[in-house]
């Protein structure tokens, strides 16, 4: 019995499955390609090329984990210098065409990623240099946060900001070749919509969401920058995530053109919440520099057994299936969801929380948590008290912070689960946020 069907259609080419490596390191040449291949990937984005020598730079060492730093930064790291990349023009003679015979002897398209700075005729260039040589589709890197910000600035606010430039790239790029092109975008361009409207009206065939921002650390042990002087790319890990997703989901909104998610996936789960609001590929990155090629064949098998554990026969079942519950709630709908602001001591909340003692160890972290000091600990008797009346907001954090999953809240009229740290809250649910 075969499994389910994980191929992706896309601007006019067929992706074996939704998992590609991001665009990096990753895939500087064949053998990176191979690694990627020999592990499944539906399809080969390469490093960023360039022409221009600035962007080619990069000191030594550049790349500094976190993990020095603890709990929430361990899986982090910042790193420093432009591309890090071999000039556009060797790169499309020696390397790409390498890659190209792997991509087509596996049946899997390429996607070449470009970057360069103000000079629209080296986007040119570039593109068909790469058209010419076989790739299946450019990704148009508009965003690079490394290597705009070792610009001094001139490049980032040229291409982060500047809509007309942005968009002239791309029409131009557009109009020079014929394999479609992706624009990536950063996380941090604000005002977002006018990006979007602006790429999709020049001609982007789809939008890789996102790039990531500059960041520093700082050891204050040593009360200098950790690693290097300034700031740099910051890798933001699985904390990207959500950022990242909300902002998918605005990108949605705004246009219909196919979008590729990036930022943050660690794991299947994470790959399966940007296919669910509405992405049809994703590209893996940052995780892999940390635990090697391996982990795309786990996040393919993962997608895999969700899916068959789900009973999805393809990917088109599910694809933006959450993506209405994302959008469609208005503002005005949301206010009627409201209550009177519950002021602990003047009017008790209708929601409370209630414990599992099966499931409770007695960990006293619920104590520690709730700033109303709703939970009270008798080490003596081994116990722990609760004051719905006089305290409880009914605000829910308690839920997700216990180790055991042991709190729930519940209406007190009724005894009606209403959140138990799954899913949707039930306020929040189709079949109640309208009544």
């Known amino acids: 019995m075969s499994g389910p069907d994980l191929s992706v259609k896309m601007a006019g080419l067929t992706f074996r499955n939704p998992i590609l490596p991001g665009a990096s390191e990753i895939v500087f040449d064949e053998k990176g390609a191979e690694k990627c291949i020999a592990q499944g990937v539906g399809g080969i984005v390469t490093k960023s090329f360039t022409s221009t020598p600035f962007l080619r730079t990069r000191p030594r060492p550049w790349r500094f984990n976190c993990a020095p730093f603890g709990k929430g930064l361990e899986n982090n790291f910042i790193a420093r ?13 020696q390397l790409v065409p390498k890659i190209v015979r792997l991509c087509r002897n596996e049946g899997i398209p390429l996607i070449v990623s470009i970057a360069e700075g103000v000079n629209v005729d080296e986007w040119i260039t570039d593109a068909r240099r790469f058209e010419q040589v076989g790739a299946d589709m450019l990704e148009l890197n508009l965003s690079c946060p490394i290597a705009l910000h070792e610009s001094g600035g001139t490049v980032g606010k040229a291409l982060g900001q500047n809509i007309p430039l942005a968009t002239e790239i791309v029409k131009a790029v557009k109009k020079a ?13 604000d005002p977002y919509a006018p990006h ?21 650390l700082i050891d204050v042990e040593e009360e200098v920058p950790f ?4 700031s740099g790319g910051c890798v933001l890990s699985r904390s990207f995530l959500p950022w990242s997703l909300g902002r998918v989901v605005e990108a949605r909104q705004l246009t219909q053109v196919p979008l590729i998610g990036v930022g943050g996936i660690n794991q ?75 002021m602990p001591q003047e009017k008790s909340s209708p929601i409370i929380p209630i414990i599992d003692k099966d499931d409770c160890t007695l ?27 006089n305290k409880c907001w009914g605000c829910g954090g308690c839920v997700g912070w216990c180790p055991k999953n042991a709190i729930k809240l519940i209406e007190k009229a009724t005894g009606e689960v209403v959140w138990d740290g799954h899913g949707l809250a039930k306020p929040y649910r189709p079949e109640n946020w309208k009544k």
Not at 81 to 93: K, N, P, V, W
Not at 313 to 319: A, G, H, L, V
Request: hydrophobic fraction near 40%; glycine fraction near 10%; proline fraction near 3%.
């Open 81 to 93: 210098g432009g591309l890090h990349s071999m000039a556009a023009e060797r790169a499309a003679e």
């Open 177 to 189: 070749i014929r394999i479609p092109i992706s624009p990536k975008l950063s996380i941090g361009w």
């Open 196 to 216: 979007i409207k602006g790429l999709v009206e020049a001609g982007a065939d789809c939008l890789t969401n996102h790039n990531n921002i500059v960041g520093m």
């Open 227 to 230: 690693g290097l002087l300034g």
């Open 268 to 342: 299947a789960q994470d790959a399966l919440m940007y296919l669910l609001v509405g992405c049809s590929l994703v590209e893996v990155a940052s995780a892999v520099h940390r635990n090697g090629y391996r982990l795309f064949g786990k996040i393919i098998k993962g997608v895999s057994e969700w899916m068959e554990r789900k009973g999805y026969s393809s990917t088109k079942e599910f694809i933006g299936k959450v993506l209405p519950l994302a959008t469609k709630v208005s503002s005005s709908d949301l206010l009627s969801m409201e209550s009177p602001f519950p």
């Open 363 to 389: 960990c006293g972290k619920c104590q520690d948590f709730c700033l109303s000091g709703v939970y009270v600990m008798d080490k003596a008797k081994r116990a722990i008290t609760i004051d719905h009346e």
